[in-house]
């Protein structure tokens, strides 16, 4: 009866922009992030209808738009949309369509266009996006028919979180959305995620068993709150040592005994030599990439040391590394399964203690040269931390500090982009405010990264958040300024900054700016701008000359001098000739004496 009358009931005609709004309402997103462009003005006035359904945020750049959207789904693991403009709007956003597909992080992008009878002319800001974007997302589409629209984006809501998850970019023809067409919205799908094949974990117990040297690398995306619990229940019952990934610090509870450090850009060189002691690598969610591989030199691929690999996505399995057993599953299915199989009896005690002892005296703090100490600061940090705070990452060198000298808590997140896209930490720290506003959030960011994206500073203001961002400043692109000493010491060339003052900037939006610039006076620092209630800023001016947690620029020069000084010729006694000719060596010739 009720499907008779859904059937008979009159479709009301909408004009294509708002059915592209309700198609979003419909399929449960709830969050939208926007610059806004003449290219999609009916999109706008369909999200003004559904305003009551669907946060719109206006935002300042559209890589800030980007950003906040990817931090948004890496953090709830459904979408959120951006809208940017065509030409350069699409470009300024191609960044943190980059960030989600090396992340794995679901997103849609929605980019206005042309005219579809303008196509091929070179037109105002035309851009074929199926090309631009075919690198960069998982799935990229155009809407020419206002009809389909609801089939679309539908569509798109499904490829981008499911598998491995993953942007999806849907350009907008501008007659389309002005169309007005009778079309019915389409309800969400609901998806039955991959389970793990039985006989697969008996063969991944069997592995184990054997095993006397076991490692655990966590990592990927899309990890619910039950599926964090159940991995963590297969890991401890089994007394396995474990790793994270680049950038999944907090995936797994670093105060827990089996926690041994993460894998990525700046580990401890103490680990990693450990890890290629390894006789059994368990890889769960992480695809095993360029930076927790240490330049694919950590694993052999022709599977010289047994891998199993558990992935979503069967491309990603055996793509580099060749394992003895791959498992195709959802990740929380597969934490489920895995924490109902018996425990095997642990042969690795020592093993794992040994690994737990590397990452306690790694994080043991030394007495850094300046006024401010940097790895003691973030061990206040710490401790000041909300038990629920969520954590945001730039990149550069100084995103090492917090990995190391952080124990990151079972309900804590920290995010930043796998990709290494500086700009990215103040946009998703206001994503990550927007989707919880009732969590504390951190951002972490250089001085460099801060003033490409700081003016999204604005947004938060707009909108009512209020995320503190502590700007670490060493007058320096720091990661690039680190091989620059290495391979042409003393050579500084592009990589020194002029800077503002942080905190009187903050203040000009109106609001907390704090200077900290020695180690005393970060915790007072830090407990007002929390109480500020308003955005807030910290400077941490930094000793420049630390430029790593574990080098001074000094050292690095003396190292590249080291290494670039030909090795001095040994000084060889010249034997006589009648030892030479003992030793069989004959005598050279004499030359004769030219003739005058």
Not at 191 to 213: F, I
Not at 305 to 315: F, Q
Not at 344 to 359: F, G, I
Request: charged share 20%; aromatic share 6%.
């Amino acid at each position: 009866m009720e499907l008779a009358k859904a059937r008979g009931a009159r479709i009301a005609p909408r004009q294509g922009g708002r059915v592209l709004a309700d198609a979003l309402v419909a399929q449960g997103i709830t969050h939208a992030f926007t610059v806004p462009g003449e290219s999609f003005l009916p999109v706008l006035d369909g999200l003004y209808a559904v305003r009551q359904k669907l946060h719109l945020t206006t935002c300042r750049f559209e890589a800030g738009a980007a950003n906040m959207a990817e931090a948004y789904g890496k953090l709830t693991g459904r979408p959120a949309a951006a809208f940017v403009t065509r030409g350069p709007g699409a470009c300024h956003a191609a960044i943190g369509v980059h960030v989600a597909f090396q992340d794995s992080t679901p997103l849609l992008l929605f980019v206005g266009q042309i005219p579809f009878g303008e196509t091929d002319r070179e037109s105002f800001q035309e851009v074929d996006y199926r090309r631009m974007f075919q690198p960069l997302a998982k799935w990229v589409t155009q809407i020419d028919d206002a009809t389909r629209i609801p089939e679309i984006v539908a569509h798109a809501v499904d490829v981008a979180t499911t598998g491995r998850p993953g942007p999806v970019v849907i350009a907008l023809s501008e007659e389309m959305q002005q169309r007005v067409v009778e079309v019915t919205d389409l309800r969400p799908v609901q998806v039955a995620r991959p389970h793990p094949d039985p006989a697969a974990l008996e063969r991944m117990l069997a592995l184990l068993a054997r095993a006397r040297k076991p490692l655990a690398i966590l990592g990927g995306s899309g990890w619910s709150e039950q599926g964090r619990a159940d991995i963590r229940a297969f890991l401890t019952t089994n007394d396995l040592p474990v790793s994270v990934s680049f950038r999944r610090q907090a995936l797994y509870d670093n105060t827990l005994d089996n926690y041994v450090g993460d894998l990525g850009v700046g580990s401890d060189p103490a680990l990693v030599a450990r890890a290629r002691e390894a006789d059994l690598i368990l890889a769960i969610g992480t695809r095993l990439g360029e930076a927790v591989s240490q330049g694919y030199t950590l694993l052999d691929p022709v599977g010289g040391v047994p891998l199993v690999h558990v992935h979503p996505d069967a491309g990603e399995i055996g793509r580099v590394f060749r394992p003895a057993l791959g498992i195709v599953t959802d990740l929380n299915v597969f934490a489920a399964a895995a924490a109902r199989l018996p425990a095997v009896q642990p042969a690795w005690s020592e093993w794992r203690h040994d690994l737990r002892a590397l990452r306690q005296a790694g994080r043991e703090v030394p007495e850094y040269e300046g006024p401010l100490n940097l790895a003691r600061v973030l061990r206040e940090l710490e401790d000041l931390l909300e038990d629920d705070a969520i954590l945001t990452c730039d990149a550069g060198n100084f995103a090492t500090w917090p990995p190391r000298f952080m124990n990151f808590r079972d309900g804590q997140r920290f995010i930043g982009p796998t990709n290494g896209a500086m700009g990215y930490s103040v946009p998703a720290a206001i994503g990550a405010k927007i989707a919880f506003p009732g969590r504390q959030v951190v951002s972490f960011v250089g001085d460099g990264g801060f003033l490409m994206t700081g003016q999204e500073l604005a947004t938060a203001f707009h909108h009512g958040v209020a995320p503190i961002v502590l700007v670490f400043n060493n007058q320096m692109y720091g990661t690039i300024r680190m091989h620059q000493e290495r391979a042409y010491p003393g050579r500084v060339s592009g990589t020194a900054l002029t800077n503002p003052d942080f905190a009187r900037l903050i203040e000009a939006f109106g609001g907390h700016g704090e200077v900290v610039a020695a180690t005393a006076e970060f915790a007072p620092a830090f407990r007002r701008a929390v109480l500020s209630g308003r955005p807030a800023l910290i400077e941490l001016r930094m000793n420049p000359e630390q430029i790593t947690t574990r080098a001074t620029i000094a050292q690095l020069r003396a190292g590249a001098t080291a290494a670039s000084r030909p090795p001095a010729k040994p000084k060889v006694k010249r034997a006589s000739a009648p030892k030479r000719a003992a030793a069989g060596v004959r005598a050279a010739p004499k030359k004769p004496k030219p003739k005058r």
